[in-house]
Protein backbone atom coordinates (compact mmCIF):
# COMPACT_ATOMS: atom_id res chain seq x y z
CA UNK A 1 0.00 0.00 0.00
CA UNK A 2 1.92 3.38 -1.07
CA UNK A 3 1.75 7.10 -1.54
CA UNK A 4 -0.24 7.30 2.01
CA UNK A 5 -0.50 10.78 2.88
CA UNK A 6 -2.05 10.33 6.03
CA UNK A 7 -1.60 7.97 8.99
CA UNK A 8 -4.90 7.69 9.33
CA UNK A 9 -5.10 6.16 6.01
CA UNK A 10 -2.51 3.66 7.49
CA UNK A 11 -4.81 2.97 10.55
CA UNK A 12 -7.65 2.16 7.93
CA UNK A 13 -5.22 -0.51 6.06
CA UNK A 14 -4.75 -1.86 9.33
CA UNK A 15 -8.66 -2.31 10.29
CA UNK A 16 -8.79 -4.56 6.80
CA UNK A 17 -5.63 -6.18 7.34
CA UNK A 18 -6.81 -7.48 10.52
CA UNK A 19 -9.90 -9.15 8.89
CA UNK A 20 -7.34 -11.05 7.08
CA UNK A 21 -4.81 -12.78 9.66
CA UNK A 22 -2.82 -14.15 7.08
CA UNK A 23 -2.52 -11.65 4.95
CA UNK A 24 0.42 -9.18 5.30
CA UNK A 25 1.71 -5.56 3.86
CA UNK A 26 4.06 -2.93 2.94
CA UNK A 27 2.89 0.32 3.46
CA UNK A 28 4.93 3.69 2.09
CA UNK A 29 4.01 7.37 2.47
CA UNK A 30 4.33 10.03 0.26
CA UNK A 31 6.21 13.02 2.37
CA UNK A 32 6.45 16.93 1.98
CA UNK A 33 9.82 17.16 3.57
CA UNK A 34 11.98 15.37 5.64
CA UNK A 35 9.86 14.58 8.74
CA UNK A 36 6.34 14.81 7.88
CA UNK A 37 4.05 13.02 5.52
CA UNK A 38 1.88 15.35 2.32
CA UNK A 39 -0.80 14.80 5.61
CA UNK A 40 1.43 16.41 7.60
CA UNK A 41 2.14 13.36 9.96
CA UNK A 42 5.44 12.97 11.73
CA UNK A 43 7.15 9.98 9.68
CA UNK A 44 8.18 8.75 13.46
CA UNK A 45 4.47 8.18 14.31
CA UNK A 46 3.99 6.14 11.10
CA UNK A 47 6.89 4.74 11.96
CA UNK A 48 6.07 3.68 15.77
CA UNK A 49 2.62 2.71 15.11
CA UNK A 50 3.44 0.41 12.20
CA UNK A 51 6.77 -1.08 13.83
CA UNK A 52 3.86 -2.43 16.77
CA UNK A 53 1.63 -4.31 13.69
CA UNK A 54 3.00 -7.94 12.72
CA UNK A 55 0.84 -7.77 9.55
CA UNK A 56 3.24 -4.89 8.38
CA UNK A 57 6.61 -6.46 6.47
CA UNK A 58 8.30 -3.45 5.80
CA UNK A 59 7.61 0.72 6.31
CA UNK A 60 8.76 3.22 3.39
CA UNK A 61 8.64 6.19 1.66
CA UNK A 62 7.76 6.80 -1.81
CA UNK A 63 6.78 9.46 -4.37
CA UNK A 64 8.82 11.71 -2.49
CA UNK A 65 11.54 14.26 -3.84
CA UNK A 66 15.42 12.76 -3.26
CA UNK A 67 16.22 15.35 -1.05
CA UNK A 68 14.75 14.35 1.74
CA UNK A 69 15.18 10.26 1.45
CA UNK A 70 17.98 9.99 3.67
CA UNK A 71 16.70 11.29 6.73
CA UNK A 72 13.47 10.09 6.40
CA UNK A 73 15.21 6.38 6.09
CA UNK A 74 16.99 7.84 9.07
CA UNK A 75 13.42 8.95 10.89
CA UNK A 76 12.02 5.50 9.92
CA UNK A 77 14.82 3.50 11.04
CA UNK A 78 15.07 5.30 14.53
CA UNK A 79 11.36 3.36 15.37
CA UNK A 80 11.29 0.43 13.96
CA UNK A 81 13.46 -2.63 12.79
CA UNK A 82 11.65 -3.67 9.93
CA UNK A 83 12.75 -3.25 6.54
CA UNK A 84 12.60 -0.03 5.35
CA UNK A 85 11.39 0.56 1.45
CA UNK A 86 12.21 3.25 -0.70
CA UNK A 87 11.46 4.71 -4.04
CA UNK A 88 11.33 8.40 -4.76
CA UNK A 89 10.09 10.53 -7.03
CA UNK A 90 12.54 12.42 -9.95
CA UNK A 91 13.03 15.43 -8.51
CA UNK A 92 10.52 17.26 -10.66
CA UNK A 93 7.52 19.33 -9.82
CA UNK A 94 3.92 18.35 -11.16
CA UNK A 95 1.88 20.84 -12.74
CA UNK A 96 -1.79 19.61 -11.75
CA UNK A 97 -3.12 22.52 -13.95
CA UNK A 98 -1.09 21.58 -17.28
CA UNK A 99 -0.79 18.45 -16.33
CA UNK A 100 3.03 18.47 -16.65
CA UNK A 101 6.10 17.81 -15.22
CA UNK A 102 8.51 20.31 -14.64
CA UNK A 103 12.72 20.82 -13.56
CA UNK A 104 15.47 18.56 -14.03
CA UNK A 105 15.43 15.14 -12.98
CA UNK A 106 18.03 14.41 -10.20
Known amino acids: CETLPLLDEARAILEDLRRYPDAGAWI ?7 EHTCGGDA ?8 DKESQVA ?3 V ?11 IRNIRAHTAKP ?10 YDAV ?4 HGSPT
Open 58 to 60: AIG
Open 43 to 50: IADCARLL
Open 28 to 34: SFSCKDA
Open 98 to 101: TKTW
Open 84 to 93: VVVYPNTGET
Open 62 to 72: NCTAPQYVADL
